[in-house]
T-cell receptor, first 114, second 113 residues
């Protein structure tokens, strides 16, 4: 058990809808990262937060947004969903940023857009 | 930009066979290199890492050596077990950056008894 909790485990929704994915990092970890794993694109970095502030952006679409709250949990919001957004979304956390502390991944949220 | 190229799978081996999964990378400077493993229904777990040239990462019988001259970080294990069946990802993070990992496409390994 990595200590990173993601909810829900599975989500099925229709095109055009909006969903929110939630992540609770390991106790004490300040950094949260979101990754998307799809069959065609593989594992892609989306966005990183550190202690409530956005730290880095990767290949995140404008329809997607995220935030990290004062209690350090994070939410990834996906809107105007398209079939191609179907993927496994992972959250990871680490104790700090820019050092050698490893990333700890949650078990992911599987999103299916129909 | 940075990229990681992994040997395509799937790979099927018999128990106690020797494993090699090739990984090469393209990056500026001196990235850190990682191998992650993903078991069915689970998230990725760090298997091993190396942060500078000629470093050897090792864990659970797996090894990989950071080769700057060939830009490679091949994963090896002398004798695989059925429990090693999983998907293996090679990844890099740029030197001096946050943990924005760039992953390879993953290699599915199946070990038969």
């Amino acid at each position: 058990d990595s200590g990173v909790t993601q909810t829900p485990k599975h989500l099925i929704t229709a095109t055009g809808q909006r969903v929110t994915l939630r992540c609770s990092p390991r106790s004490g970890d300040l950094s949260v990262y979101w990754y998307q794993q799809s069959l065609d694109q593989g594992l892609q970095f989306l966005i990183q937060y550190y202690n409530g502030e956005e730290r880095a952006k990767g290949n995140i679409l404008e329809r997607f947004s995220a935030q990290q709250f004062p209690d350090l949990h994070s939410e990834l919001n996906l809107s105007s969903l398209e079939l191609g957004d179907s993927a496994l979304y992972f959250c990871a956390s680490s104790s700090r940023t820019g050092d050698n502390s490893p990333l700890h991944f949650g078990n992911g949220t599987r999103l299916t857009v129909t | 930009g940075d990229s990681v190229t992994q040997m395509e799978g799937p790979v099927t081996l018999s128990e106690e066979a020797f494993l090699t999964i090739n990984c090469t990378y393209t990056a500026t400077g001196y990235p850190s290199l990682f191998w992650y493993v993903q078991y069915p229904g689970e998230g990725l777990q760090l298997l091993l890492k190396a942060t500078k040239a000629d470093d050897k990462g090792s864990n659970k019988g797996f090894e990989a050596t950071y080769r700057k001259e060939t830009t490679s970080f091949h994963l090896e294990k002398g004798s695989v077990q059925v429990s090693d069946s999983a998907v293996y990802f090679c990844a890099l993070s740029p030197a001096g950056s946050a943990r924005q990992l760039t992953f390879g496409s993953g290699t599915q390994l199946t070990v038969l008894p």
